[in-house]
């Protein structure tokens, strides 16, 4: 089962990741210029947004756009918009897959209630198939603009929805994970420190577990502390609100408290935190259902494993508080990888069975190895 090419071991080579063909790219045009050209369409219709006050911003900014190229952007949008309805319209079509992912929203919702992660590892369950019947019926009734709501025609709100959920919900290709990432920067390291650091981390992961999601590893030696801790600014950084802002996910930082620590020390600080930033909740790299199957293979290893020992994670204790059961499945994921890492994956295999299946599984899934 242990597939050395899947999974790296500590002497494995970095692969050299291939440029990724660039695919001619639609013309960009940012939101602000979209709102102020569909105003010029709609003839000045006031737009009542759910996104705040930006779409005001482009009314009154609004300019006439040449003709030629209004229609021309108009069909851009649309041809995009079209996309992303049918790759939305696929995934909700495999009722048995939203029908499991329903059970495990309502699960983990009884398990940890709306502790901090919820709102957006759940993400628009509910509202995605009111969005595609508006658009069935858009369709049917011959809409020329499937994102205009034809209900309140005025309302352009639907087709940024549209997109909105179809990048959080449409899985990532390897190729799409790839564009996603940039170097890593070091900062506040030694010269010979960073570079044995990122010898060890290249050797042990891929660029998507590695860069997906991390744009920055802080060493920090003005503390008296040991330890670590990972995050970005909380809004751009988490995904499904960074769509609602019409913002890129922003990179988290990595920082590493460091009192004297040995070198192995530091890495082993540095792999907890890399699964921090590759979790259900910080991945850039996800779609929705995966976020939610990843906690919930992830709670479901913790209640039920015999094998995991850690002086730092108590075990998980159903009767306690929502939030701190929460905060344990999160410090178990992490600390899983951390061993894995610092055992190496095929010792680990044999002292931890169930945590292995759980770190290879998201491990080959964030760096999408098909089995
Ligand atoms: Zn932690």
């Not at 911003?57 to 040449?66: D, V």
Request: aromatic letters at 10%; a negative charge; hydrophobic letters at 30%.
């Amino acid at each position: 089962m242990f597939n050395p090419e899947s999974f790296p071991q500590d002497n494995q080579e970095e692969v050299p990741i291939e440029p990724v063909q660039e695919e001619p790219k639609e013309k960009k045009i940012s939101r602000r210029d979209f709102l102020r050209r569909s105003v010029a369409t709609l003839g000045g219709t006031v737009i009542a947004s759910r996104f705040g006050g930006e779409a005001n911003l482009g009314a009154l900014e609004n300019k006439e756009p040449e003709k030629k190229d209004l229609s021309e952007v108009m069909k851009e949008i649309e041809k995009k918009r079209r996309e992303d309805y049918f790759a939305i319209k696929k995934i909700f079509a495999q009722s048995r897959k939203i029908k499991e992912l329903k059970d495990k929203t309502t699960y983990l919702t009884e398990e940890f209630g709306d502790a901090g992660f919820l709102p957006r590892v759940v993400f628009n369950l509910e509202r995605i198939p009111e969005i595609l019947a508006k658009i069935d019926k858009a369709i049917e009734l011959g809409a020329e603009n499937i994102f205009v709501d034809y209900e309140n025609p005025g309302d352009l709100t639907l087709g940024e929805e549209l997109s909105m959920y179809s990048e959080g919900w449409q899985y990532l290709t390897k190729d799409q994970k790839l564009e996603k990432c940039s170097e890593v920067k070091f900062e506040e390291f030694s010269n010979e420190t960073e570079s044995q650091v990122k010898n060890a981390l290249q050797k042990k992961y891929s660029s998507q577990w590695l860069s997906g999601t991390v744009g920055r590893i802080v060493l920090d030696k003005n503390t008296s502390d040991a330890g670590g801790s990972h995050g970005a600014n909380p809004f751009t950084s988490n995904p499904a609100l960074s769509k609602i802002a019409g913002r890129e996910g922003e990179k988290s930082t990595i920082r590493v408290l460091s009192n004297g620590e040995s070198l192995e020390e530091i890495i082993d600080i540095i792999n907890h935190e890399l699964a921090h930033s590759n979790d259900w909740n910080s991945s850039l790299l996800l779609s929705m259902p995966q976020r939610v199957e990843f906690l919930h293979d992830a709670t479901r290893a913790f209640i039920g494993t015999k094998e995991f020992h850690s002086d730092y994670v108590p075990k998980y204790n159903n009767s306690e508080d929502k939030n701190y059961k929460y905060l344990k499945v999160t410090e178990y994921w992490a600390e899983a990888v951390r061993q894995c890492m610092a055992q190496g994956p095929e010792n680990y295999k044999q002292t931890n069975p169930t945590e292995y299946a759980l770190v290879k599984k998201w491990f080959d899934i964030i760096n999408d190895i098909k089995e």
